[in-house]
């Protein structure tokens, strides 16, 4: 996987649709990543869509399991649990 700067999409993009279309990149501001870039035909998209959403969905439901698990006995109760889904419910409508 390649690193490449929003700079460089800006100022060369026809080399960077070349590029992306051997290799994923990492599109990156500041030296920090902001988007992965991944070459696709017109007949992949819908399908390469969904399967970054699943996968974004999975990995969220992994990362929630191994917090839960590190909680202790108490802090997994029903009540608890709902708790936390508004406070992260409120968190979201708020951004």
Same mark, same amino acid.
């Given at each position: 996987?390649?690193? =490449? !700067? /929003?700079?460089?999409?800006? @100022?060369?993009?026809?080399?960077?649709?070349?590029?992306v279309q051997k290799e994923?990149?990492? =599109? /990156? &501001?500041?030296?920090?990543?902001? $988007?992965?870039?991944?070459?696709? @035909?017109?007949?992949?998209?819908?399908? /390469?869509?969904? $399967?970054?959403?699943?996968? %974004?969905?999975? %990995?969220?439901? !992994? %990362?929630?399991?191994?917090? &839960? &698990?590190?909680?202790?006995?108490?802090?997994? !109760?029903?009540?608890?649990?709902?708790?936390?889904?508004?406070?992260?419910? !409120?968190?979201?409508? &708020?951004?």
């Amino acid at each position: 996987m390649r690193f =490449l !700067s /929003t700079r460089e999409l800006r @100022n060369r993009p026809g080399y960077v649709r070349k590029l992306v279309q051997k290799e994923d990149l990492v =599109l /990156t &501001a500041n030296g920090k990543p902001v $988007a992965l870039m991944l070459g696709i @035909n017109e007949d992949d998209v819908e399908e /390469t869509a969904l $399967a970054v959403r699943q996968a %974004r969905a999975q %990995r969220a439901v !992994s %990362r929630m399991r191994k917090h &839960a &698990a590190r909680l202790p006995p108490e802090d997994r !109760s029903s009540s608890a649990i709902e708790a936390e889904i508004r406070a992260v419910r !409120s968190n979201r409508k &708020a951004k």
